[in-house]
């Protein structure tokens, strides 16, 4: 399961341990194409990240920190460090290969 979350969320839950985060927003079309293959993979992954989506209107903040320029963007994390960036509505096996190379 993807969980919508904002900033102090991801500050005080998701520092630790390793998170797929989905950058966003409401008015991208490719973000919308993308949540549901995001949503696939978090079922097919679980137990092996956590899976959340920020929404970059709301939380700009914690886009700068990542250095979000476009969107969608997928950011693997480990223990609150950037490992990896993908940028783009990429096909499910090729996203899913992404994120288990990089949690």
Known sequence: MVKK???SEY???YTSGSTVIDFNATWCG???MLAPVLEEISDELEGKANFVAIDTDENPDL???FGIMSIPAVVV???GVKVDMNVGFVPKD???D????NI
């Open 5 to 7: 979350i904002n900033t």
């Open 11 to 13: 500050n005080e839950n």
């Open 94 to 96: 090729v996203l899913k």
């Open 30 to 32: 490719p973000c919308k």
């Open 98 to 101: 992404f994120i288990e190379s």
């Open 77 to 79: 994390v480990k223990d």
């Open 63 to 65: 886009a700068k920190e």
